[in-house]
């Protein structure tokens, strides 16, 4: 080697993820990039040398859909991951106690499967009658408000129609309380745009606890509008963080089609819809870049608005529905791909993933281009056919696999015994050629990536009934998701997701191997080192080995 490295990592158990050399001792590191990889003890020099003393190292964690934003405010909110009513409303009572009378009081992570019913507009105003409540549950994709709030909006005893979104009445016709889908931006008209320095700290402080759990890459899966966005100029809170060095992850940013509009480009250009200035997917460097389009063509499977082809399983005349009309999802679809994005389409029900995979097909067809890499997020409730015909179409599905334990009773029951098999599709989708990401959609669900690994490979709920087990994957196929696969549906495997030379030094190192440990000890794994450019990120209290 011409240069002595930064950095020399040995006596390690490095699991590459490369296949051309699968496991190796030591990693050399200069300029931040990977500059050797050895079997064994390396003879070479370098200015900083770490003995792991047998410690694993792998590439740095890749969560390839999770909202950081989302995740940050949260940690202000109140958690209200409870298994009754009467707990959800003693948290809301107990911080309406502590809140200034006309304040918001926020909170997340409710699950009505678990609860036994959504919270009630008549039990939040006893409890809290002077303040406006807003409580989100856990997918994300509706949320319950008293009736403060429903005054402000001037529907608290009328139900209005909602595209894409429902508000909620009781036999009589008068709102409950509860919004679903596109009738949650009534609520964001009221509460955001949030202010950068608001959302800048939530970028920051998501970021820390991510170095804690391994990760060095996220894929943030909607900015910018509709409502999953927290504000019109959402980039500039991670322009913001990066600028005070509070970044503390690679972030990918998918857009929100609610950002997109009309561009006034010439014919010959191709971009009839798009983002100001005719930026696109890949805009950006290694630290923040723009990833693809996000569409939600559908909502959840636990809120029972997935657009399935058969009515949810004990609920005849419920099929759930699409957030828009499918002309206008086809067509925007389409669009993107014209004009050079890479498309994320949120399609949880059999129903939307039709959809999806017809517009892109569509789009292939009339636009042809080279490995535009496009995904459908969730890939819920998937048919066999739907697997052949993505890896026929080169779709990435993006499932997240801690769902089974924290979701998944609630999925089983919403499509019947039936459907159990079409549930988050893991080894099938390996088995037909697709490439799997590992993601958790933090914080709908747990984001810490060996919690993810864990429900991959083990497949049980919380009550530990299985979860469509015959989709269960080893664990070195599930750290390799969460790994190369992750990098690879950003179209970032040429510079992360394996330990080789030239590429990005991010790694993570943990306290056993999980290709080794027994399945049920995953979780329990620790995070020793973060490192991400060949820096020290972080490091576990109490670890002798990185003190310094």
């Known amino acids: ?20 050399q699968p496991r190796a001792g030591a990693v050399a590191v200069a300029g931040g990039r990977i500059v050797g990889v050895y079997d064994g003890k390396p003879d070479v020099t370098a200015k900083d040398v770490i003995d792991l003393r047998g410690l694993t190292l792998i590439p740095g964690f890749h969560d390839a859909h999770n909202h950081m934003v989302g995740f940050g405010l949260s940690l202000t909110e109140i958690d209200l991951r409870t298994g009754t009513l009467d ?176 561009l006034g480009a010439h014919p010959a250009d191709g971009i009839t819809t798009g983002i100001d200035l005719g930026l696109r997917t890949g805009f950006g460097d290694h630290w923040l870049r723009l990833g693809p389009m996000k569409i939600f063509t559908d909502g959840s499977l636990v809120g029972r608005t997935a657009a399935m082809s058969a009515p949810f399983d004990g609920d005849p005349g419920n099929s759930g529905y699409l957030q828009a009309d499918g002309g206008y999802l086809t067509d925007m679809i389409i669009a993107a791909h014209q004009a050079g994005w890479r498309v994320a389409a949120h399609a949880i029900g059999d129903r939307a993933i039709d959809l999806a995979l017809d517009a892109f097909a569509t789009a292939a067809d009339r636009y042809p281009r080279t490995d535009p890499r496009h995904r459908i997020e969730h890939f819920a409730a998937a048919r066999p056919d739907q697997v052949a015909r993505a890896a026929a179409l080169g779709v990435i599905p993006v499932g997240q696999g801690r769902f089974a334990t924290e979701l998944g009773d609630g999925m089983l029951a919403a499509v019947g015994r039936e459907r159990h098999g079409w549930l988050y599709r893991q080894r099938s989708l390996l088995d037909a050629g697709l490439v799997l990401p590992g993601s958790s959609d933090r914080p709908v669900a747990s984001g810490a990536p060996l919690l993810g690994i864990h429900d991959m490979v083990n497949r049980r709920t919380a009550t530990g009934a299985p979860f469509n087990a015959d989709e269960a994957i080893t664990p070195t196929e599930a750290v390799r998701a969460y790994t190369w696969g992750s990098a690879y549906a950003s179209k970032q495997e040429h510079l992360k997701g394996s330990i080789a030379a030239g590429k990005l030094a991010d790694f993570t190192v943990l306290s056993e191997d999980p290709t080794a440990a027994a399945p049920d000890r995953i979780a329990g794994l620790e995070v020793v080192a973060t490192f991400t450019d060949g820096v020290l990120r972080y490091a576990a209290p109490g670890s002798t080995t990185f003190a310094r």
Not at 1 to 20: K, S
Not at 176 to 200: C, F, I, K
Not at 240 to 246: E, K, P, T, V
């Open 1 to 20: 080697m011409p240069y002595e490295p930064d950095l020399l990592l040995v006596n390690a158990n490095v699991l590459t993820m490369d296949p051309r």
């Open 87 to 262: 707990e959800l409303y003693a948290r809301v009572a107990a911080k309406a106690a502590d809140t200034p009378e006309g304040e918001w009081i926020i909170g997340s992570g409710y699950d009505q499967t678990r609860t036994g019913a959504h919270p009630h507009r008549d039990a939040l105003d006893k409890i809290a009658p002077n303040h406006r409540v807003w409580l989100k549950h856990t997918s994300s994709h509706m949320c319950v408000v008293n009736s403060l709030v429903l005054r402000d909006l001037s529907i608290d005893e009328v139900a209005p129609e909602v595209d894409g979104g429902r508000v909620t009445t009781d036999p009589a016709g008068r709102p409950t309380g509860l919004l679903e889908e596109r009738a949650q931006q009534l609520v964001g008209d009221l509460t955001q745009p949030y202010p950068v320095a608001t959302l800048a700290d939530a970028v920051a402080a998501a970021g820390q606890r991510y170095l804690a759990e391994g990760i060095t890459s996220v894929t943030e899966a909607g900015v910018g509008g509709g409502w999953i966005g927290q504000s019109p100029v959402e980039l500039a809170a991670y322009v913001a963080a990066r600028d005070q060095g509070r970044l503390h992850v690679r972030v990918e940013l998918m857009v929100v089609s609610d950002a997109f509009h009309a």
